[in-house]
């Protein structure tokens, strides 16, 4: 028996392949998501990266060069890609119970004390979801979270599928040494330039530092991210929202209950309570919204499973809880 893993689920392309979803014919097709108005790129099919474009760029500049190109514009749906990602991380927690839900395409679960019931299950959820929903995933395994961060990126580049610490660190053990500062789960851009200044320009460099040190010059928070890549469970989801440098397009706060809620008043105070963290989390990172999702599900082990969820879009885009 060994210690429980971290799992960190990651749908692929998560906004192109919604569209999948409900458009066949789109597969293996280059595909880019559009934001409000179809202004810029906010989400592209492995074919669309392989053509150069990247998130973020005005559709008007690149739209005479993706259309001959063959790209596939789509509008942005997002009460549908709502929809399905209440319906995906359903089907995870049905396999998975121990999760923790990050954004809207990823997840982290918490593995079994034996690691071979874990790659099976992870193995079995991939399948679920895929079968289940159409969503791809790629899904990573390691005994941290940041760790598993690093596992799913490289995991992704090779195209997909399950990865696993141990057996990446045993095919390359280097491999932190082969990886930016500045792409490091909760370091960014913002510290990478200071980190830089301390000759600490990989994820290895990071691993080896002195904590007290990093903790002296940045943060405790900077401090756990050492321990992280040493293989240390040291963080929290709600630190990385204090320290990460990047701005969520989506933010969501669900957590499953440890006894069933029967009355309105319970269920509406849950409710409140993650809205605050929500729109905690969203002024941090200073941003407003323009829609807010809600879902609610009974137990997916019980008889009966029933599901519920609504969009209410805003008027005028908020950070008021």
Known sequence: ???RLFVLADADSFYASCERVFHPHLMHRPIVVLSNNDGC???????AKQ????????WFKIRSQAEHDGVIARSSNYELYASLSARMMRLMASIMPDQEIYSIDECFLRGFQDPERTANACRRMRDTVLRGIGIPLTIATAPTRTLAKIVSHYTKHQGGGIGDWDLLKHQDPDVLDRI?????????????????GMSITTAGDLSRADPALIRHHFSVLLQRTVLELRGVPAIELDDFDAISGSRKQQIMCSRMFGHPI?????????VSTYAQQAATRLRRQGSLTGMLTVFIATSPFAQGYQSRSGSVVLTDPADDP
């Open 262 to 270: 029967t009355g309105l008043p319970n269920l509406s105070a849950a």
């Open 41 to 47: 790129v906010v989400s592209r099919s492995r074919e």
């Open 1 to 3: 028996m060994g210690s």
């Open 51 to 58: 053509l150069g474009i990247s998130n973020g760029l005005p």
């Open 180 to 196: 930016d500062v500045s792409e490091v789960w909760g370091v960014g851009r913002r510290l990478t330039r200071r980190l830089q």
